[in-house]
């Protein structure tokens, strides 16, 4: 970090006060000059800020406060008194993520806000990639609301996922969501003022401008909501008030219920920071993909010793509902079965089998209690002969009543992490678990897998052992969701829009492909939506440092050349490139791990052909591999083509819901 001279600095950030009416205005721009946000304090002790990009007006001036509490004194007032500024250019580490680091490269204003003894701070920031602002507390106060609004210049179309669990004349309903939900796009004005969406939210701006909207260090605050107002281009935030009473319940008693909240949202100790409000802003979808800002905006890493974080595939058994073939056992919660698994997986080369929900008691809520057909300690032992791992899935409640036993007992035991399951809520209380539970699990060397949860919102930075976070509608859904749920389509929005603020568990991999008009929900023999490569394509496009491969072992089996294909993919990566794409249509990711170089691309269910320069990726030579759809992968959707070339040009025709997968190689 450095201080920039104080003639550098007048190009940067240009302030005037105006004495007369005691207007204060301030100018802060990006690094590259491109994009600028003009803040102001008024006379009435409130501030504002709008964003432009390259002399475009994106966002009007939109109010930011809060409402808290000092003892006795409740103020929404934010009185600046006194302002500094720094700019910072530096490299990151990011090792598990998609690239090996990431440039922090961005100029700041901190606003010193006053009133009687109390203090806080508002700090802004002005990346190329977008603007971004947080406060940062002084003393301790309790925040009743805070004020978050999007004011943009146009009535623009957004595209956004509502909560899915509303219930008319019951707001709060709202409040306790999975956060899974397909997109709708629509024009700003046409947003529902009485049904929250959940972020990431984007929002399609002039000339093909996008601007998403997330959040980062949400580590001990409720997370943010965000609603249409009717009336053009506005939008406000909500928050989930703080519980005030809970009741065990839920998914076979693992989730505590809110049964009463309280009349505000967070308890703010003294000297902490409040989530950074996020605008990312790209000039295509392609740059979008690629924006780093929820990762670079979380707190620094925190655990020094990083080399027993292993990212990896995982042999998943509950997507096949423990479904195996062709042995003399009855397939199921049981040794014999995961003893299979564990062999699949030391086959191919597969770091990881997960003992999903079924392995402890139901309905005890007791990680301690384990089914009398689950033998853990022998499972170990088996598996580490291997050079398998063992990870656990745990409902959340049973992990967090008694966290500390429950990770020092098996991590003694060798498991190597766990996923925890049905959260299915953000207030302050929930993301504070969070936090929690990624330091614990750290300081027992223990994985994390957050399913059952909102999105990522920096805490992979700040603890790295935390490799996914669900907050996707993600393959599971196509158990059950009827035959008009549109998966394939959803798979070309998410790249970028969720994938902006981090990692995701989708599990994909299925084996049984359906071709548009095929699918159908089934619960024991699952299929996807799309083309065999198309699965294989998200692998690529999608980004998940504890990957699954979500079809049962005995259907790998039968294709062990692609099964070992896409055991070989890497899950963490050194370089990433998003060559083209458009959301809602199609995506072509590039990616590197060492000197190998992967492409994968998938489309919607327009046919589409794309054509690849791979000599910007190798600079020479190279040969590649290719899986692409079959000729009739528009009626079968598990047709397919495998091949090699030494051609530097390539041109790939993805079939409707289809994709591909190149490995180069010199």
């Known amino acids: ?84 500024t720094n700019t910072v250019d530096e490299m990151v580490s990011s090792p598990f993520t998609r690239q090996s680091s990431m440039r922090n490269h961005y100029n700041e204003l901190t606003l010193k806000v006053k009133v009687s003894k109390n203090v806080l701070y508002v700090i802004f920031r002005a990346y190329d990639e977008g603007i971004a602002y947080r406060y940062q507390m002084v003393q301790p106060c309790r925040v009743k609301f805070e004020k978050v609004e999007y004011i943009f210049a146009d009535d623009y179309n957004a595209t956004f996922p509502y909560v899915t669990n509303y219930e008319e004349n019951n707001h709060a309903s709202q409040y306790s969501s999975s956060f899974e939900n397909l997109y709708i796009t629509d024009a700003l004005s046409e947003m529902k003022t009485d049904q929250l969406c959940f972020l990431p939210l984007l929002v399609h701006g002039p000339h093909g401008v996008k601007i998403c909207l997330t959040e980062s260090t949400l580590t001990d605050y409720p997370g943010l909501y965000l609603k249409g107002m009717g009336d053009g281009g506005r939008l406000e935030g909500e928050h989930a008030p703080y519980p005030k009473t809970l009741e065990q319940g839920g998914h076979n008693n693992l989730q505590m219920i809110v049964k009463e909240r309280e009349d505000y949202i967070a308890q703010v100790d003294k000297l902490s920071v ?143 992490g766990f996923k925890i399951d049905f959260m299915d809520r953000d207030d302050q209380i929930v993301t504070n678990f969070y936090k929690r539970a990624a330091s614990m699990c750290a300081k027992y060397h223990l994985l994390v897998d957050f399913h059952g949860a909102f999105k990522p919102a920096g805490l992979n930075r700040t603890y790295p052992n935390v490799l996914n976070f669900e907050g996707v509608a993600g393959l599971e859904q196509l158990k059950w969701a009827p035959s008009t749920w549109n998966q394939v389509q959803y798979d070309t929005e998410i790249p970028f829009i969720r994938q902006t603020s981090g990692p995701m568990d989708y599990t994909q991999g299925a084996m049984h492909n359906a071709a548009k008009g095929c699918y159908a ?26 990957n699954m491969l979500c079809d049962a072992p005995s259907n790998y089996k039968k294709e062990p050349d692609y099964t070992r294909f896409v055991a070989d993919i890497p899950t963490t990566w050194d370089e990433t490139m998003v060559l083209q794409g458009e959301v809602g249509e199609y995506i072509v990711t590039a990616r590197r791990k060492g000197d190998t170089w992967y492409v994968g691309g998938i489309t919607n269910w327009t046919e589409r052909e794309v054509v690849i320069d791979l000599r910007q990726l190798t600079g020479k030579a190279c040969q590649v591999e290719i899986y692409r759809d079959g000729v009739n992968a528009d009626r079968k959707g598990s047709d397919y083509c495998h091949e090699f070339t030494s051609n530097s040009q390539i041109k790939v025709t993805m079939k409707p819901g289809g994709g591909f997968v190149m490995r180069l190689q010199y």
């Open 1 to 84: 970090m450095k201080k920039i001279a104080l003639l550098q600095l007048l190009t940067l950030l240009s302030l005037c006060v105006q004495a007369k009416d005691k207007i204060q205005q301030f100018t802060l721009k990006s690094p590259n000059g491109k994009l600028v946000t003009h803040i102001v304090a008024t006379p009435e002790q409130e501030i504002t800020y709008d964003i432009v990009y390259d002399g475009v007006t994106l966002m009007l001036p939109s109010h930011l406060g809060l409402n808290r509490v000092y003892e006795k004194m409740v103020t929404a007032q934010m009185p600046v008194v006194g302002t500094s």
């Open 274 to 416: 409040l989530p950074w409000r996020i605008a990312m802003v790209a000039k295509n979808s392609a740059e979008l993909a690629m924006n780093n800002m929820s990762y670079l905006l979380g707190e620094p890493c925190k655990v020094s010793d990083l080399s027993w974080i292993k990212p990896g595939k995982v042999a998943w058994d509950w997507w096949n509902n423990w479904n195996i073939a062709g042995v003399n056992f009855k397939s199921g919660i049981n040794n014999d079965t995961y003893k299979y698994y564990i062999d699949f997986a030391s086959k191919y080369g597969i770091e990881y089998v997960i003992l999903d929900e079924g392995w402890a008691v139901n309905n005890k809520a007791d990680l301690f209690q384990v089914v009398p057909e689950i033998d853990l300690p022998m499972l170990v032992r088996y598996a580490n002969e291997r050079n398998v791992g063992l990870i656990l899935w745990a409902g959340y409640y049973a992990f967090d009543r008694d966290m500390e036993h429950v990770c020092q007992h098996y991590s003694q035991m060798g498991i190597k």
């Open 521 to 546: 929900p089934c619960w024991s023999e699952p299929m996807s939506q799309g083309t065999r490569c198309h699965q294989l394509g998200l692998y690529i496009v999608l980004e998940s440092p504890l």
